[in-house]
């Protein structure tokens, strides 16, 4: 399958599952965490996607594969958050299954796009 935007990424797929895990999940946290951890792990996790997005817009490869490490900073962060909840009690261990999953596969996947990436543009020889 060619890829035309963003939108065809497999990557960007996953982290749409990931950003909606997150919000299943994070429903469940108190309600006097909405301004708390509830807002900070879902603006994570929407920025994974976001970052692909924007990456894939830019100019350069190099611009991409940047914003691509910023959308792998975001997941480890969102991930760190469902860490925490659980620890807090906020989520069953059981019920983070599904999100360290996804958050895995697409930190693989955003990994390999990266490595992909790079070869398809080695650096200039000076």
């Known amino acids: 399958m060619r890829v035309r935007n963003y ?8 982290a749409i599952e990931f950003v909606a895990e997150i919000y299943r999940i994070s429903a469940e946290f108190p309600r006097d ?4 951890l509830t807002a900070q792990i879902r603006r ?11 990456g894939s817009g830019r ?45 895995d596969e697409t930190s693989r996947m955003l990994i390999g796009l990266r490595v992909s990436i790079a070869k398809r543009n080695p650096k200039p020889r000076v």
């Open 7 to 14: 939108k065809d990424l497999a990557v960007w797929q996953r």
């Open 33 to 36: 965490e909405r301004f708390g």
């Open 44 to 54: 994570a996790s929407v920025s994974v996607a976001a970052n692909i997005a924007e």
């Open 59 to 103: 100019a350069t490869s190099r611009d991409f594969m940047n914003f691509l490490s910023y959308s792998r900073g975001s997941l480890k962060e969102a991930e760190s958050m469902v860490f925490v909840a659980q620890h807090l009690g906020f989520v069953r261990t059981d019920g983070c299954i599904e999100a360290l999953r996804l958050s």
